[in-house]
């Protein structure tokens, strides 16, 4: 199955560097267990990486 993301806009894009992404909190929350790979931080931001397919998954 292939699925496809439609946006209305993209606020940025940038370039991402290993040493910049870690593991999530062990201490989050259940719902959102599954859904969250790896956080990104940047300065005083966290970004999340979300997997796009559980968040897709018609059985999760």
């Known amino acids: 199955m292939s699925v496809g993301i439609i946006v209305d806009s993209v606020a940025d ?3 991402i560097h290993s040493h910049d ?3 999530t909190p062990e ?3 259940v719902n959102t267990n599954s859904f969250i790979q ?4 940047s300065g005083d931001d ?3 990486i979300l997997d ?9």
Do not use: H, Q, T
Not at 38 to 41: D, E, S
Not at 52 to 60: I, N, P, S
């Open 27 to 29: 201490n989050r929350s």
């Open 13 to 15: 894009v940038e370039d």
């Open 52 to 60: 796009v397919a559980k968040l897709l998954d018609d059985e999760g």
């Open 38 to 41: 790896y956080m990104i931080r």
């Open 46 to 48: 966290v970004k999340l």
């Open 21 to 23: 992404i870690s593991a």
